[in-house]
């Protein structure tokens, strides 16, 4: 155990930055329920618990390094609205190479890290274990896209690639969401690999929608501009997941 000094407050402060977090492979976490659950499932994925002394006894048994502070010394470090008493540094999630012959989720330019955060939770939940994201989407390490996901960002296999060359693969079996595709209801699940979605204010791209073949939509009953894409990514995914024997 360790006092949290105003060196290690300015080191950890480095880790809100994707090129400092990057370049040391660990990140700054908030929060006891993901915490905990994440020294349940990952152990080896904690670096070091910050604590507030009041909360060191909760983790005694456990054999982790802690940095100890006060309250006001995690206000320095918080990137949420209330400050929590227990957070970790953690190392990144291990990352696997593309499987092509497992169902996938393709991310076309996602911009809102809660969005991102949800739809990577939504696929934890429906047995969709990797995700391909267009270069230009948000980083999926950011830890407002690791707050909305809770721990499945350490569950499903998250890459970042040319969006073309995966669809290449298996053309005849790659769905494009679109408000103009065709009831997705009538589309048989075990037809569907991979599925595309769209950013929510531009949808899928110009330039990938060209190499879809396949355009599957959700059917509107009433009034409203649009569906929320990581609403929508659940619907087309619990379609999806009704043969997915991955």
Known sequence: MEKLSLQKIKDLK????????????L???EGETLISDLILEFPALIHTLVLTEDKVENF???DLPMLVGSEKDLEKLTQLRTPKKINAVVHYPTQK??????SALLLDQIQDPGNLGTIIRTADWFGINQIICAPQTTDYLNPKVIHASMASVFRVNVLYKDLHAIIAQNPEQTYGAFMDGKNFQTIPSEEIKFLEMGDEGHGISPEISKALSNRMGIPQKGHAESLNVAVATGILLQHMSKSNKD
């Open 27 to 29: 990140l700054y976490l």
């Open 60 to 62: 005694a048994h456990q």
């Open 14 to 25: 480095k880790l809100q930055l994707k090129k400092y977090r990057d370049e040391h492979g």
């Open 97 to 102: 190479e593309f499987d092509p012959l497992q």
